[in-house]
């Protein structure tokens, strides 16, 4: 018997929302957007961008709710696409939204006071500046 599992989660900062489009006769809601997730090495800091998707009520819920800033969690499938461009070839990585959850202040605060992240000064900042060391994912 053979396992399949493709599912990922992850915890990072809104870095820019490209576009909300509505679909179709039925207008399926369709919004894309990056997370950007730090990762340490003694002093050194990389931030590696992912492309989110998210369809539908989950699409209308991110264009009311995100910031460029914000701190959300994600879980959902790895897809991709290939096409023909202009430049040949490209292939598109991306994640499509399952879940969502929007890390505001109140949840930062109670998280912390359960142990849970450091301080809210590390929770400022651009995420896209990243000499930044202050914008800091949970």
Not at 109 to 126: I, K, N, V, Y
Request: aromatic residues 6%; contains cysteine.
């Amino acid at each position: 018997m053979s396992l399949s599992i493709n599912s990922v989660f992850l915890c990072g900062r809104v870095g820019k929302i490209w576009e909300f489009k509505e679909h179709g006769p039925s207008k399926n809601a369709r919004i894309s957007f990056s997370v950007g997730v730090d990762h340490r090495r003694g002093k050194q800091r990389n931030t590696e961008w992912h492309t989110i998707v998210a369809w539908g009520t989950a699409a209308k819920a991110c264009k009311d709710s995100l910031e460029i800033g914000m701190t959300v969690t994600i879980e959902g499938p790895i897809r991709s696409q290939s096409y023909r461009g202009k430049r040949g070839l490209t292939n598109n990585i991306h994640i499509e939204v399952r879940e969502i959850v929007f890390m505001n202040k109140a949840l930062i605060m109670a998280a912390r006071s359960l142990g849970g992240p450091p301080d809210e000064d590390e929770f400022t900042g651009d995420p896209s500046d990243e000499d930044d060391d202050e914008a800091q994912p949970l």
